[in-house]
């Protein structure tokens, strides 16, 4: 915001300043624990005020599966469209198969089933599934009455509606099918192609960029020389970026120069709803993309008390602010951030539930953690009928110890010990266990 000021000029007349305009900055950041360190819960809230839901437009069905609704979805038609018969036989009006004193009416005249509308007295030749002539009102079995000369005699009546799937008798029109905030899944699209919908108001995957930078990371093949190393964590978070729901791009730029490292951002901000950056774990790769991202925008560091994943940068990028998240170079320590922060970004984009909603399980054994610290362990869950039960998993290698992984093990800040046998939190990584 614009600012004035007045001092004295030298011949006594009183001038207005230029307006100075303020350096644009982030909002004021939560406040720091007694340890100089931010709570996991205030990071996460933080970083998700500074991040808006994307603009919902209209998408051909098959394009907005698995999409947030931006509107109610009523149906536009009847399900099914029209009445249609049940079994063969004769679509007649129940009321000609009466006379006036309750008596089997006489033979109703056979006319054709394409008939505009369906006369007095007539009866149309039905197999099941035909659509009924506008008048009739109930289907007569073929073995309800004989045919001669032309005419159905009658040998029994039928009621209103009877063999008879009636017009919106599976769905009427205007009926609610999809809401706002629902997710649309392969069902919905099939209902909502039922009813008459191709089109739908969703808001689009989020765009994410893993922008992969470190001087010694080289890409993953058969032979990689002596001082580099495989280039392990971009294809990680990139992969579990798509399984949020996101488009995912990866770049690598296999340099801590700041030149290569602030091209790669930039390039990619015209694409990106979110920046995501990782490194091969050494500091200074790391340090060059935090001084990079104070050069192009606003950028947040802190600790967080967190375990592993304690360094946290977030930043708003280029021209357009685009969201940027550095995650930590080790490989668990970038993982569990990414669920921790990354993960409910993406999903608060996309207009959903961000965070991972916790389920309980029965620790397989004890298990410390540091009180003042959210500690997140690698833990297997596994079924025994109705109940969860989580081991820890622990490998020398980090990246076998995630791949042996199905869930991370939350230990909030007021815990220290679990004991064997003790319920616990736990976040899924894969949903549908």
């Known amino acids: 915001m614009a600012w004035f000021t007045r001092k004295k000029q030298d011949d006594g007349v009183a001038a207005v300043e230029a307006p100075v305009e303020e350096e644009p900055r982030l909002p004021e950041p939560p406040q720091l624990d007694a340890s100089g360190l931010r709570s996991v819960a205030d990071h996460l809230a933080y970083l998700q005020s500074l991040v808006e839901p994307l603009r919902p437009f209209g998408m051909s069905l098959l394009e907005a599966?698995?999409?947030?609704?931006?509107?109610?979805?009523?149906?536009?038609?009847?399900?099914?469209?029209?009445?249609?018969?049940?079994?063969?036989?004769?679509?007649?009006?129940?009321?000609?198969?009466?006379?006036?004193?309750?008596?089997?009416?006489?033979?109703?005249?056979?006319v054709d089933l394409d008939v505009e509308r369906l006369p007095v007295g007539g009866a149309a030749t039905v197999a099941p599934g035909d659509v009924l002539p506008r008048g009739a009102t109930a289907v007569l079995p073929a073995t309800f009455g004989t045919v001669e000369d032309g005419r159905v005699r009658l040998i029994e009546r039928v009621s209103d509606g009877e063999y008879v799937r009636a017009a919106g008798e599976h769905l009427r029109f205007g009926t609610r099918l999809l809401s706002e905030g629902d997710v649309l899944d392969d069902r919905g699209i099939g209902l909502l192609a039922s009813a008459g919908?191709?089109?739908?108001?969703?808001?689009?995957?989020?765009?994410?960029?893993?922008?992969?930078?470190?001087?010694?990371?080289?890409?993953?093949g058969?032979?990689?020389?002596?001082?580099?190393?495989?280039?392990?964590?971009?294809?990680?978070?990139?992969?579990?970026?798509?399984?949020?729901?996101?488009?995912?791009?990866?770049?690598?730029?296999h340099s801590n120069e700041p030149d290569a490292i602030r091209e790669a951002?930039?390039?990619?901000?015209?694409?990106?709803?979110?920046?995501?950056s990782t490194t091969g774990g050494r500091r200074e790769d790391y340090e060059a993309v935090v001084?990079?991202?104070?050069?192009l925008g606003l950028v947040d560091s802190v600790n967080v008390a967190m375990s592993p994943g304690r360094t946290q940068t977030f930043g708003l990028i280029g021209e357009d602010r685009v969201p940027m998240l550095m995650l930590p170079g080790n490989p668990v320590s970038a993982y569990v951030s990414f669920h921790a922060f990354a993960r409910p970004l993406i999903r608060a984009l996309m207009g959903?539930?961000?965070?991972?909603?916790?389920?309980?399980?029965?620790?397989?054994?004890?298990?410390?953690?540091?009180?003042?610290?959210?500690?997140?362990l690698r833990g297997r869950v596994t079924m025994e009928g109705s109940i969860r039960h989580v081991t820890q998993v622990s490998e020398p290698y980090a990246l076998a110890e995630l791949a042996g992984a199905n869930a991370l093990i939350v230990l909030d800040e007021h815990s220290e010990v679990v004991n064997a046998g003790e319920a616990v939190k736990v976040w899924l990584l894969d949903e549908d266990e």
């Open 65 to 110: 599966w698995d999409q947030v609704m931006c509107e109610d979805i009523d149906s536009m038609i009847n399900v099914p469209p029209n009445s249609t018969a049940k079994i063969a036989g004769y679509a007649v009006r129940a009321a000609d198969l009466v006379d006036d004193e309750g008596h089997l009416a006489p033979p109703l005249e056979i």
């Open 197 to 220: 919908i191709d089109k739908v108001m969703v808001r689009p995957r989020p765009r994410v960029v893993v922008v992969s930078s470190g001087e010694h990371l080289v890409e993953p």
């Open 222 to 253: 058969p032979s990689v020389q002596h001082g580099e190393v495989s280039d392990a964590n971009s294809y990680m978070v990139a992969a579990a970026a798509k399984a949020a729901g996101a488009t995912v791009f990866r770049v690598a730029v």
């Open 265 to 276: 951002i930039t390039d990619q901000l015209i694409r990106a709803d979110l920046v995501i």
């Open 291 to 295: 001084d990079v991202m104070s050069e």
């Open 352 to 376: 959903v539930r961000a965070e991972h909603r916790p389920v309980r399980a029965i620790a397989a054994q004890g298990m410390r953690s540091h009180r003042g610290q959210l500690h997140l």
